[in-house]
């Protein structure tokens, strides 16, 4: 997580929340007596967890949204972030996520593509790369720019996870679809992120970071109302 810039925090702060949210909403109203399944529930999360983040988005300076041929793609401090959905609990495996594959459309192709020319071009000597038979590590892996989200959940138990990564193309690079992949957020361990002011993190709070002041009012005498009583 260290590899991305400090302002990816701020995003990531309301993507998580956003997404959360989806997920309770929907396991709140999912409703199998009608038809509900694991399809309309997938589905539901995907549609409203893309609308919650472009609200959250709308409301953070330096960063903006738009919908690319029918895609969510987030621009800000000089990445570009995209969300799917991947699995039904957090035990998902997330190698099975592929955006290079005959199901991907154009547009999720693009991004690991992009990431893997990235990466050849800081690699040098592909074939070279490739034919070693112990690999040396990606190189260029900590500069990729085109990132992916992932989340996972159920109507039972709402989201169970979220995690953030660079994904490549996988005949290219490597057997894994991503040159790194961490956890965003847990149930259990929360948003992995540190905390604004924290050691990790010691820049200033800004000001929406701060909590709001509590504040006591107390009446003040009118000294003219009582000037005129004595005269």
């Not at 990816?8 to 309301?14: L, Q, S, T, V």
């Not at 190698?95 to 050849?120: C, E, G, K, P, Y």
Request: glycine share 8%.
């Amino acid at each position: 997580m260290d590899v991305l810039p400090p302002e990816f925090r701020h995003f990531a702060d309301g993507a998580v929340a956003a997404i959360r949210r989806t997920y309770e909403i929907n396991a709140e109203r999912h409703d199998p007596s009608v038809g509900d399944d694991a399809v309309v529930f997938g589905i539901a999360v995907y549609r409203n967890s893309w609308y919650l983040i472009e609200e959250e988005v709308a409301q953070l300076d330096g960063w903006s949204s738009a919908r690319p041929a029918g895609s969510l793609v987030v621009v800000g401090a000089g990445l570009r972030v995209h969300v799917y959905r991947c699995g039904q609990d957090g035990d998902v495996d997330l190698d099975s996520f592929r955006l290079d594959d005959a199901r991907s459309s154009a547009t999720q192709r693009l991004i690991a593509a992009t990431n893997s020319v990235q990466l050849r071009l800081d690699l040098g000597d592909l074939e070279e790369f490739l034919a070693a038979s112990t690999p040396p590590p990606l190189t260029g892996a900590d500069d990729l720019r085109e990132l992916v989200i992932v989340h996972a959940g159920n109507p039972d138990d709402a989201c169970c996870g979220v995690w953030v990564g660079a994904p490549v193309a996988t005949d290219e690079i490597t057997v894994s679809p991503w040159a790194w992949i961490e956890p965003l957020w847990s149930p259990d361990g929360g948003l992995i992120l540190p905390a604004v002011g924290s050691p990790e993190d010691p820049r200033p709070p800004r000001h929406d970071e701060l909590p709001e002041p509590e504040l006591t009012l107390r009446p003040v005498a009118d000294k003219g109302r009582g000037s005129q009583a004595e005269s």
